[in-house]
């Protein structure tokens, strides 16, 4: 019985995808939502379109505008402007928290590029039409006919052509997407990707998607008709009535599986048969129900590897159920008569094309698997044999028929699986394209400026423009984050440089100050204040430029850099004889704008931040003397001393500290950096790096080229210790941050986020 079988054990994975607008404001006709795109590239979109269509239609040079074009440079153009536009939505998603913004610009842009190739082909063919007329007056009689019979092909071919221009397109941007989908991680985790086959859906090119041809091409062959001989209706109301008899009643309402392919923001519960739905719609669970003949394959090497025996088992245990589970599915639809049709579908592939057109591919199968329909098939061959020309032998389908009718049980069922794989991914891009439809119907992109004015005076519309259209005059500066080095050990090298008659300002220049210098654009820093034994660097954040608010983040890998040129410079020194230079690097952050004095033309500034990043990049000297002896993990330790009221007075501040080659972040910087980036909180043991379990942070940033670097920080409770010996009394409640550059770890994490 179906319902003897728990679903559970084959870890079925649900497809479900969401566009949610819901926190979003209605524009001004209270029903969409207005979109404004860049003027810019919708220009340079319409041209390429046209350009793609005049090439894909193989148009002959009458019709070429543009003989020479460069279509490496054409297509990148495009790219570029297309991938500006949605960083441009991605950071105003992230200036508003709502990732919502970026869901609607990506919609929007996938309504424009499907408008605009129907509305380029338009043009296409009135430019032809334009053409001929200006021929008709050179009189050249035969030229213009033939310039006729190329329109008239070019008309006849146009769901082929509108079909080929949108997979080109769409290919072209999904590319983008996947550049992109690098800045959406880094903001809003994998949750903030849509997945690849939404944008790729070749759904999304045709006017009617049970065309035969584009089945065939695509998926396999099926129609909605109920004459036709697989009917995809009567298959998904089959499959989801059967998923259902087989699903446990106690499980409906429970969480589906973490690897989930869910993609809005919330958490839900799925519906008994909306459950079923997301099972079909992910392609891989069609094998896992019902392909054992993968899992007979499989048995045999696991055997031949002589495997272990629970793991021979499992695969035994599997095979069977899935066998059980063919067999139903089988009977169920040899009852609905399909199984010829599904056998058909693949093996008259090779030959339809000789009868199609004049027949369509349906008309074709059903000639192969509904013997009334032939006498009428037949007839329509004989009457359309004097309009192509030629005859229409029927000895290539007769040994179709043969073939399909002793296809063994065995084969039957194979191509059962191979079809309802097939079946599997036209529903899942059936239901994408009902979903990109229903949610672009509710997108008003305007170009009107009446509207485009009274939605932004409402503050209702939604604009994406390249970095150009937006012309801003200084922007106040918000907030900002300061970055102290303290530089230990300068003194010491001036002094051996001095006594070798070597140059030390030149050495310093050259070596350090110069390559830090150089790394400061990268991540938008300036210098406040540099001498031989500190350094302190800022980065402002400035009102309405979303896309430059990663200040702590790229603070913190600015002085992973630094740390990078100090490593490499004590490494020359060691060469020279010259002691080594020792950092310890303190982040700081405010949420308000800094203060600035000007000494006659010199700029002072004042912060908070700056007194924050100057106690985390300290030292205490004690126990620097106790610790360098120990072979540390880390590079940031601190310590609460257990005091009494009598040595309490000899102590400036409640902890000590340990900062040698690392780098401590203030807690208001680790909350402004978990607002800045997604952060993926793991909880490891790493017995190599670390006994004590560990509590990490990690995620990715963009430098202002673009890149994208990883930050790895450590969260770790402050122990309360004996100053007698720096024995462990007991935790505290309080924690530090350290900005983590032990390359093991970053190993350790890049498999662990995988």
């Known amino acids: 019985m179906l319902n003897n079988i728990d679903l559970n054990k084959f870890q079925l994975k649900a497809y479900s995808i969401e566009l949610p607008f819901a926190l979003l404001k209605l524009g001004v006709d209270n029903v969409r939502y207005d979109v404004y795109i860049s003027s810019e590239f919708r220009k340079v979109t319409e041209r390429f379109i046209f350009e793609l269509i005049i090439k894909t239609a193989d148009a002959s040079e009458p019709f070429i505008i543009n003989p020479e074009i460069n279509w490496f440079k054409e297509t990148s153009e495009f790219q570029r402007l297309c991938a500006e536009v949605l960083t441009d939505?991605?950071?105003?998603?992230?200036?508003?928290?709502?990732?919502?913004?970026?869901?609607?610009?990506?919609?929007?842009?996938?309504?424009?590029?499907?408008?605009?190739?129907?509305?380029?082909?338009?043009?296409?063919?009135?430019?032809?039409?334009?053409?001929?007329?200006?021929?008709?007056?050179?009189?050249?009689?035969?030229?213009?006919?033939?310039?006729?019979?190329?329109?008239?092909?070019?008309?006849?071919?146009?769901?082929?052509?509108?079909?080929?221009?949108?997979?080109?397109?769409?290919?072209?941007?999904?590319?983008?997407?996947?550049d992109v989908n690098k800045l959406r991680t880094a903001n809003f985790g994998d949750n903030a990707r849509l997945p690849e086959e939404l944008f790729s859906n070749p759904i999304l090119q045709m006017a009617t998607h049970s065309d035969g041809f584009f089945m065939i091409e695509n998926y396999v062959l099926m129609g909605h008709r109920l004459e036709d001989p697989v009917n995809y209706n009567t298959l998904i109301n089959l499959l989801?009535?059967?998923?259902?008899?087989?699903?446990?009643?106690?499980?409906?309402?429970?969480?589906?599986?973490?690897?989930?392919?869910?993609?809005?923001?919330?958490?839900?519960?799925?519906?008994?048969?909306?459950?079923?739905?997301?099972?079909?719609?992910?392609?891989?669970?069609?094998?896992?129900?019902?392909?054992?003949?993968?899992?007979?394959?499989?048995?045999?090497?696991?055997?031949?590897?002589?495997?272990?025996?629970?793991?021979?088992?499992?695969?035994?245990?599997?095979?069977?159920?899935?066998?059980?589970?063919?067999?139903?599915?089988?009977?169920?639809?040899?009852?609905?008569?399909?199984?010829?049709?599904?056998?058909?579908?693949?093996?008259?592939?090779?030959?339809?094309?000789?009868?199609?057109?004049?027949?369509?591919?349906?008309?074709?199968?059903?000639?192969?698997?509904?013997?009334?329909?032939?006498?009428?098939?037949?007839?329509?061959?004989?009457?359309?044999?004097?309009?192509?020309?030629?005859?229409?032998?029927?000895?290539?389908?007769?040994?179709?028929?043969?073939?399909?009718?002793?296809?063994?049980?065995?084969?039957?069922?194979?191509?059962?699986?191979?079809?309802?794989?097939?079946?599997?991914?036209?529903?899942?891009?059936?239901?994408?394209?009902?979903?990109?439809?229903?949610?672009?119907?509710?997108?008003?992109?305007?170009?009107?400026?009446?509207?485009?004015?009274?939605?932004?005076?409402?503050?209702?519309?939604?604009?994406?423009?390249?970095?150009?259209?937006?012309?801003?005059?200084?922007?106040?500066?918000?907030?900002?984050?300061?970055?102290?080095?303290?530089?230990?050990?300068?003194?010491?090298?001036?002094?051996?440089?001095?006594?070798?008659?070597?140059?030390?300002?030149?050495?310093?220049?050259?070596?350090?100050?110069?390559?830090?210098?150089?790394?400061?654009?990268?991540?938008?820093?300036?210098?406040?204040?540099?001498?031989?034994?500190?350094?302190?660097?800022?980065?402002?954040?400035?009102?309405?430029?979303?896309?430059?608010?990663?200040?702590?983040?790229?603070?913190?890998?600015?002085?992973?850099?630094?740390?990078?040129?100090?490593?490499?410079?004590?490494?020359?020194?060691?060469?020279?004889?010259l002691p080594r230079l020792e950092l310890g690097v303190g982040i700081g952050f405010s949420n308000a704008p800094p203060t600035f004095f000007y000494d006659e033309e010199n700029q002072i500034m004042i912060s908070p931040a700056i007194t924050d990043a100057d106690q985390l990049s300290r030292c205490d000297k004690t126990l620097r003397q106790y610790l360098s002896k120990e072979k540390l993990p880390f590079n940031v330790y601190e310590l609460q001393p257990a005091l009494n009221p009598e040595t309490s007075i000899l102590f400036n501040h409640k902890t000590l500290r340990y900062n040698v080659k690392g780098i401590q972040l203030s807690h208001k910087g680790f909350k402004k950096l978990s607002k800045e980036i997604h952060l993926k909180r793991l909880e490891c043991e790493i017995p190599e790096i670390e006994q004590a379990p560990l509590t990490l942070y990690t995620g990715k940033f963009p430098t202002t080229a673009g890149n994208f670097q990883r930050l790895i920080i450590r969260k770790a409770t402050i122990p309360e210790v004996s100053l007698k010996d720096l024995s462990i009394i007991g935790q505290t409640e309080n924690t530090y941050y350290e900005v983590c550059t032990n390359q093991k770890l970053y190993e350790h994490v890049k498999k662990a986020v995988k």
């Open 240 to 577: 989801t009535a059967f998923l259902n008899r087989m699903d446990k009643p106690s499980e409906k309402h429970e969480k589906l599986t973490e690897d989930t392919h869910q993609k809005s923001l919330k958490n839900y519960t799925t519906s008994y048969d909306t459950r079923a739905d997301e099972w079909i719609k992910h392609i891989d669970n069609i094998d896992k129900l019902f392909n054992y003949f993968h899992s007979q394959a499989v048995l045999k090497k696991l055997k031949q590897r002589n495997a272990p025996p629970q793991k021979i088992q499992i695969c035994k245990d599997t095979l069977i159920l899935q066998k059980r589970l063919l067999n139903q599915i089988f009977k169920l639809i040899s009852k609905e008569k399909m199984i010829s049709g599904i056998v058909a579908a693949y093996q008259m592939r090779p030959a339809f094309e000789h009868y199609c057109p004049p027949l369509s591919p349906q008309e074709c199968l059903q000639y192969l698997v509904v013997p009334k329909a032939r006498k009428n098939t037949i007839r329509k061959l004989k009457r359309f044999k004097k309009y192509f020309g030629k005859s229409f032998p029927l000895s290539p389908l007769k040994r179709t028929i043969r073939r399909v009718r002793t296809t063994s049980r065995q084969d039957q069922k194979k191509y059962l699986v191979r079809f309802l794989k097939d079946f599997s991914k036209y529903h899942r891009d059936l239901r994408n394209n009902l979903l990109i439809k229903e949610t672009s119907d509710s997108i008003n992109i305007t170009t009107d400026e009446k509207i485009i004015n009274l939605s932004r005076s409402n503050h209702c519309l939604y604009e994406f423009k390249l970095p150009y259209e937006d012309v801003f005059d200084k922007k106040p500066i918000i907030n900002h984050v300061v970055l102290k080095a303290d530089v230990r050990g300068s003194s010491a090298i001036i002094e051996q440089m001095k006594s070798k008659k070597l140059n030390p300002a030149s050495n310093f220049s050259l070596n350090f100050f110069e390559p830090i210098s150089k790394i400061l654009s990268l991540y938008g820093a300036v210098k406040i204040f540099i001498e031989g034994d500190a350094i302190i660097l800022s980065i402002f954040e400035h009102q309405d430029t979303p896309g430059r608010w990663y200040s702590v983040s790229r603070a913190c890998g600015l002085a992973i850099n630094i740390l990078m040129i100090v490593k490499k410079y004590n490494k020359r020194n060691r060469k020279k004889g």
């Open 89 to 178: 939505s991605i950071n105003k998603a992230k200036s508003q928290s709502e990732i919502q913004i970026d869901f609607l610009a990506q919609t929007a842009l996938v309504k424009m590029l499907t408008e605009e190739i129907q509305h380029q082909y338009e043009e296409a063919i009135q430019h032809c039409k334009n053409v001929i007329r200006k021929q008709e007056f050179s009189h050249q009689v035969e030229t213009t006919l033939k310039l006729r019979e190329e329109v008239a092909s070019i008309i006849q071919r146009k769901n082929q052509i509108v079909r080929n221009v949108g997979a080109e397109l769409f290919e072209y941007f999904v590319e983008v997407q996947n």
